[in-house]
Protein backbone atom coordinates (compact mmCIF):
# COMPACT_ATOMS: atom_id res chain seq x y z
CA UNK A 1 0.00 0.00 0.00
CA UNK A 2 1.00 3.50 -0.89
CA UNK A 3 1.33 6.06 1.48
CA UNK A 4 2.75 9.75 1.86
CA UNK A 5 2.69 11.49 4.23
CA UNK A 6 3.60 15.49 4.08
CA UNK A 7 5.31 17.32 7.18
CA UNK A 8 6.58 20.70 7.67
CA UNK A 9 3.36 22.83 7.48
CA UNK A 10 2.62 26.01 9.84
CA UNK A 11 2.12 29.20 10.40
CA UNK A 12 4.97 31.86 9.18
CA UNK A 13 4.77 35.52 8.47
CA UNK A 14 5.41 36.93 5.25
CA UNK A 15 8.79 37.06 3.94
CA UNK A 16 9.36 33.81 5.81
CA UNK A 17 10.64 30.49 4.70
CA UNK A 18 9.01 26.75 5.33
CA UNK A 19 10.61 23.87 4.68
CA UNK A 20 7.83 20.85 3.71
CA UNK A 21 8.68 17.05 3.46
CA UNK A 22 6.72 14.07 1.66
CA UNK A 23 7.53 10.67 2.82
CA UNK A 24 6.42 7.72 1.03
CA UNK A 25 6.15 4.43 1.79
CA UNK A 26 5.16 1.33 0.20
CA UNK A 27 7.52 2.00 -3.15
CA UNK A 28 10.59 3.35 -3.88
CA UNK A 29 10.26 6.86 -5.44
CA UNK A 30 13.94 6.30 -7.94
CA UNK A 31 11.61 5.83 -11.01
CA UNK A 32 8.37 7.97 -9.97
CA UNK A 33 7.63 11.78 -10.92
CA UNK A 34 6.90 13.48 -7.68
CA UNK A 35 4.81 16.64 -7.64
CA UNK A 36 3.52 19.58 -4.79
CA UNK A 37 0.02 20.76 -5.48
CA UNK A 38 -1.71 23.31 -2.95
CA UNK A 39 -5.53 24.16 -2.94
CA UNK A 40 -6.29 27.23 -1.73
CA UNK A 41 -9.94 28.19 0.19
CA UNK A 42 -12.65 28.57 -2.63
CA UNK A 43 -10.10 27.88 -5.09
CA UNK A 44 -9.31 25.00 -7.29
CA UNK A 45 -5.94 22.42 -6.67
CA UNK A 46 -2.61 23.82 -8.32
CA UNK A 47 0.23 22.39 -9.84
CA UNK A 48 3.01 23.80 -7.76
CA UNK A 49 6.31 22.09 -8.66
CA UNK A 50 7.03 18.82 -10.00
CA UNK A 51 10.69 16.14 -9.97
CA UNK A 52 11.06 13.87 -13.13
CA UNK A 53 12.19 10.74 -12.14
CA UNK A 54 15.40 11.07 -14.19
CA UNK A 55 17.13 13.79 -16.03
CA UNK A 56 13.53 15.55 -16.76
CA UNK A 57 13.27 19.07 -16.65
CA UNK A 58 11.93 20.29 -13.09
CA UNK A 59 9.16 22.53 -13.43
CA UNK A 60 7.58 24.91 -11.24
CA UNK A 61 4.33 27.24 -11.51
CA UNK A 62 5.45 30.86 -12.24
CA UNK A 63 4.31 32.09 -8.54
CA UNK A 64 6.55 30.56 -7.14
CA UNK A 65 9.85 30.65 -9.76
CA UNK A 66 13.06 31.66 -7.77
CA UNK A 67 10.99 31.16 -3.82
CA UNK A 68 10.28 27.61 -3.84
CA UNK A 69 12.87 24.26 -4.90
CA UNK A 70 11.29 21.30 -4.72
CA UNK A 71 13.98 18.70 -3.94
CA UNK A 72 14.19 14.78 -3.56
CA UNK A 73 16.46 12.50 -1.77
CA UNK A 74 15.61 8.70 -3.48
CA UNK A 75 17.70 7.46 0.08
CA UNK A 76 15.30 8.36 2.23
CA UNK A 77 12.23 8.11 -0.35
CA UNK A 78 11.59 11.61 0.46
CA UNK A 79 10.31 14.67 -1.37
CA UNK A 80 10.91 18.00 -0.34
CA UNK A 81 9.42 22.02 -0.98
CA UNK A 82 11.67 24.51 0.26
CA UNK A 83 9.60 27.76 0.43
CA UNK A 84 11.48 31.23 0.84
CA UNK A 85 10.15 34.60 0.74
CA UNK A 86 6.41 32.80 1.43
CA UNK A 87 3.74 35.24 0.61
CA UNK A 88 -0.06 35.75 1.91
CA UNK A 89 -1.37 34.66 -1.09
CA UNK A 90 0.66 31.44 -0.74
CA UNK A 91 -1.78 30.41 1.98
CA UNK A 92 -3.06 27.13 1.02
CA UNK A 93 -2.96 23.50 2.24
CA UNK A 94 0.02 21.79 0.33
CA UNK A 95 -0.35 18.31 -1.03
CA UNK A 96 2.54 15.71 -2.49
CA UNK A 97 1.82 13.70 -5.51
CA UNK A 98 3.54 10.31 -6.80
CA UNK A 99 3.12 9.46 -10.72
CA UNK A 100 4.35 5.92 -10.75
CA UNK A 101 4.06 5.24 -14.72
CA UNK A 102 5.93 8.44 -15.57
CA UNK A 103 3.06 10.25 -17.55
CA UNK A 104 2.06 12.90 -15.45
CA UNK A 105 -0.87 11.39 -14.03
CA UNK A 106 -0.86 11.85 -10.05
CA UNK A 107 -1.86 7.83 -8.91
CA UNK A 108 -1.20 8.34 -5.35
CA UNK A 109 -1.74 11.66 -2.82
CA UNK A 110 -1.00 12.82 0.43
CA UNK A 111 -2.94 14.07 3.20
CA UNK A 112 -1.63 17.70 2.52
CA UNK A 113 -0.38 20.24 4.97
CA UNK A 114 -1.57 23.80 5.81
CA UNK A 115 0.67 26.47 5.18
CA UNK A 116 -0.66 29.87 6.33
CA UNK A 117 1.54 33.13 6.01
CA UNK A 118 0.36 36.09 7.64
CA UNK A 119 0.74 39.73 6.30
Known amino acids: QVQLVESGGGMVQAGGSLRLSCLVS????????MGWFRQAPGKEREFVAT????????RYTDSVKGRFTISRDNAKNTVYLQMNSLKPEDTAVYYC????????????WGQGTQVTVSS
Open 51 to 58: SPWSFGRI
Open 26 to 33: GRTINTDN
Open 97 to 108: ALDPNRDYVWDY
